[in-house]
C-alpha cells in the first residue's frame, strides 16, 4: 500500500470538509463547516493514497481538550479505500503526535468500538470525560441522547 501521512495544508480544507461531511449527513459524525476546517487545520493529518482519485483518502484530527488529554476526532476514509489499512494508520500517527505532545490519554466517541478496541482503546463511562468535551456535543442532532461509545486509551 503506497501510503503517506502528513499534516493537513490549507489546500486539503475543502477536501477535508467534504469527506467528513460525506459520513456526517449520515449521522456518523459532526458536519464542519469550512470555518471549522480552517480554524483547526493544524489538528488535522490525512492521508494520501496512491493511484486515489481524488488522493486523499482519508482524514483525522487530534483535537487537545485539556492538559493531559486530546481528542481523536473527524476520523473519515473515503468508502472506496476502507478496509485498507488507512483508518488505522492515521489513528496510530494521530497517537503518535500526542505522545510527542505530552498527552497521557486519548479519547474518542464513535460507533466503531470494535475498530478502536484493536487499537488498545477501552470503553469508559461518557462522565469520565473532560467537560469541555461537551460544548461540541451541543452541535449535534443527538444531543443530549448520544449513542456513540466512550473510548480511551492511555499513551
Known amino acids: 500500500m503506497d501510503t503517506t501521512i502528513r499534516k493537513a495544508l490549507i489546500t486539503d480544507a ?6 467528513v461531511n ?13 470555518n471549522d476546517v480552517v480554524e483547526k ?25 485539556w492538559l493531559d488529554i486530546a481528542e481523536l476526532r473527524s476520523l473519515a476514509v473515503e468508502r ?8 488505522r494508520l492515521l489513528v496510530l500517527k494521530q ?14 466517541l464513535t460507533y466503531k468500538s470494535k475498530f478502536f478496541a484493536s487499537l ?21 442532532l443527538k444531543y443530549p441522547d448520544c449513542d456513540e461509545t466512550a473510548m480511551i486509551i492511555h499513551l
Open 14 to 19: 475543502k477536501r477535508i470538509q467534504s469527506l
Open 22 to 34: 460525506t459520513f456526517a449527513v449520515k449521522g456518523d459524525m459532526l458536519m464542519l463547516n469550512l
Open 41 to 65: 487545520l493544524m489538528e488535522f493529518c490525512v492521508c494520501e493514497y496512491a493511484g486515489a482519485s481524488p488522493a486523499v483518502a482519508g482524514v483525522c484530527a487530534l483535537h487537545p481538550t
Open 80 to 87: 472506496e479505500m476502507q478496509n485498507k489499512g488507512i483508518g
Open 95 to 108: 497517537l503518535e503526535w500526542a505522545k510527542e505532545l505530552g498527552f497521557k490519554r486519548v479519547f474518542t
Open 120 to 140: 488498545g482503546f477501552n470503553e469508559v463511562p461518557k462522565d469520565e470525560l473532560p467537560k469541555k468535551m461537551w460544548t461540541d456535543c451541543l452541535k449535534c
